[in-house]
């Protein structure tokens, strides 16, 4: 498995998706396992700008400074085509968790005032710039499937797994037969994420 071949993981960056926050259930799980069993990985999980250009160029001068191959995404919806896109760029290892595969189609339907599910009193403009945006980010194809691992849901309401696996040929694929978009059974779901990035026997 490319976790252990490329060594440990000593960086760990985990991406929010659409709407979304560090707040959210799994990136707080995730944390908290991190914190109590692996405090040695540096941990980020930044607040993403709804501006996709400002969020990869938050992204990206973070992991300036960090050593690539000792370094590992995890990105969940929106974070997923995020993680995505660092992956490809970076060669860096990436976990996906219900990516979303064509978010400049899906979004562009979202253009408008917004909350954060996690604050109602966080308002944001999503801009119709903010499409074109995702459109220039998408990469052209996944290179090096044996650096990604991805949790893909059946049940998922938001987003067709059919969709997600096929843009993903190649890549180790944990695909449950039920669950939902927010990986509501993520806990059973990490020991396999951590397994993949080096982080756990």
């Known amino acids: 498995m490319i976790g252990s071949a490329a060594g440990p993981i000593t960086h760990l960056l985990y ?7 560090p707040r959210s259930a799994k990136a707080q799980f995730m944390a908290a396992w991190m914190r109590a069993f692996r405090p040695d990985v540096h941990w980020w999980c930044p607040q993403l700008p709804p ?7 938050l992204v990206f001068e973070q992991l300036a400074s960090w050593p ?3 370094s590992a995404v ?6 997923g085509f995020y993680a995505t896109v660092v992956a490809e760029r970076t060669g860096c290892r990436a976990v996906l968790l219900n990516p979303a595969i064509n978010p400049a189609r899906d979004l562009a339907g979202h253009i408008g005032d917004l909350t954060s599910f996690h604050d109602p009193d966080d308002h944001f ?3 119709p710039e903010y499409v ?3 459109r220039v980010l998408t990469p052209r194809a996944i290179t090096r499937p044996e650096r990604y691992f991805a949790v893909m849901a059946k049940g ?4 067709d797994w059919r969709e997600m696996t096929d843009r993903y040929p190649g890549v180790a694929i944990r695909l449950l037969e039920g669950s939902d978009h927010a ?6 779901d990490l020991p396999h994420v951590l397994r993949f990035l080096g982080l756990q026997d």
């Open 74 to 79: 995890v990105g969940s919806s929106l974070g």
């Open 156 to 159: 998922d309401e938001v987003l």
């Open 51 to 57: 501006s996709p250009k400002e969020a990869m160029a």
């Open 183 to 188: 990986l509501s059974d993520f806990d059973a």
């Open 125 to 127: 403009y999503f801009k």
């Open 15 to 21: 991406l929010h998706g659409f709407r979304s926050s």
């Open 132 to 134: 074109t945006q995702l």
């Open 68 to 70: 690539i191959e000792r």
